[in-house]
C-alpha cells in the first residue's frame, strides 16, 4: 500500500518568503508527526495531531512556523517570513493508534528545504 | 524529560566484522526504545523496537538490540557488517502515552571493502 508522502521533495526560496510543505498520512493513521533535520543533527520534534485532539506544538520553534491537519488527512506545514537557519529537512511521520502504544511511525521522504 | 544519546557520530567497520551503535537514554521510567534506520535520500525505516518482555529484541537485515535498564542503554549490533548496511541509525525512546518521541542525533556507519 501507499506509504506517507510528501511534498514537495525539494523547495528552494528567497529569505523572507512563505512557505508550505504538504504530508499526505498512510490512510487510516490517525496520528501524525512533523520533524525537522538540520544538516549533520538528529530530529527535532515540531508537531503532533492526534485524531481530533489540540495537537501538541511544544516543538515548534518560533511563531513563524504553524501546521494544520484536516481531520485525519493531509498536513501543511507552513513557515513565515523564512530565515536561512530554517534550511533543513522536514520529515513527516504518521502512525496508527488505538490498542497498545508505542505507535510505530512510518516517516515520508521528507521536503528539503533550502532558504538563500 | 528524556533524551537520547547515542555516542559516536561516525562510525567505521570492514565488511564481515562486528556492528556496534551505541545509544544512551535519561528517563525516568523505562522508555519504549527504537532504532531507525535511513539510506541515503531515503525516509526513515524502522529496525526494531524494545516495549516490554524479552530485553533481547531481533530486527530486520540481521540488526538486534539488547535493553540493559541498569546501563540504561539500547545498543545495536550486527554480527558481520554488509556493504549495504552504510547508512545513518537513529535511536528513540518514547514514553508510554506514546505522544512524543525522541531521538538522538544518528550514527553514520561506513562499510569498508
Known amino acids: 500500500g501507499a506509504g506517507v508522502s510528501q511534498s514537495p521533495s525539494n523547495k528552494v526560496t528567497e529569505k523572507g518568503k512563505d512557505v508550505e510543505l504538504r504530508c499526505d498520512p498512510i490512510?487510516?493513521?490517525?496520528?501524525l508527526y512533523w520533524y525537522r533535520q538540520r544538516l549533520g543533527q538528529g530530529l527535532e520534534f515540531l508537531i503532533y495531531?492526534?485524531?481530533?485532539?489540540?495537537?501538541?506544538k511544544s516543538g515548534l520553534p518560533s511563531d513563524r512556523f504553524s501546521a494544520e491537519r484536516t481531520g485525519e488527512s493531509v498536513s501543511t506545514l507552513t513557515i513565515q517570513r523564512t530565515q536561512q537557519e530554517d534550511s533543513a529537512v522536514y520529515l513527516c511521520?504518521?502512525?496508527?493508534?488505538?490498542?497498545?502504544?508505542?505507535?510505530?511511525?512510518?516517516f515520508g521522504p521528507g521536503t528539503r528545504l533550502t532558504v538563500t | 524529560a528524556q533524551s537520547v544519546t547515542q555516542l559516536g557520530s561516525h562510525v567505521s567497520v570492514s565488511e564481515g566484522a562486528l556492528v556496534l551503535l551505541r545509544c544512551n537514554y535519561s528517563?525516568?521510567?523505562?522508555?519504549?526504545l527504537f532504532w531507525y534506520v535511513q539510506y541515503p535520500n531515503q525516509g526513515l525505516q524502522l529496525l526494531l523496537k524494545?516495549?516490554?518482555?524479552?530485553?533481547l529484541v531481533k530486527g530486520i537485515n540481521g540488526f538486534e538490540a539488547e535493553f540493559k535498564k541498569s546501563e540504561t542503554s539500547f545498543h545495536l549490533t550486527k554480527p558481520s557488517a554488509h556493504m549495504s548496511d552504510a547508512a545513518e541509525y537513529f535511536c528513540?525512546?518514547?514514553?508510554?502515552?506514546?505522544?512524543?518521541?525522541?531521538f538522538g542525533t544518528g550514527t553514520s556507519l561506513t562499510v569498508i571493502p
Open positions: 495531531f492526534q485524531g481530533n485532539s489540540a495537537p501538541d
Open positions: 528513540a525512546v518514547s514514553g508510554h502515552t506514546g505522544n512524543q518521541f525522541y
Open positions: 511521520a504518521s502512525s496508527p493508534s488505538g490498542g497498545r502504544a508505542p505507535y510505530e511511525q512510518y
Open positions: 490512510s487510516g493513521h490517525t496520528a
Open positions: 528517563s525516568s521510567v523505562p522508555p519504549y
Open positions: 524494545y516495549t516490554t518482555g524479552a530485553t
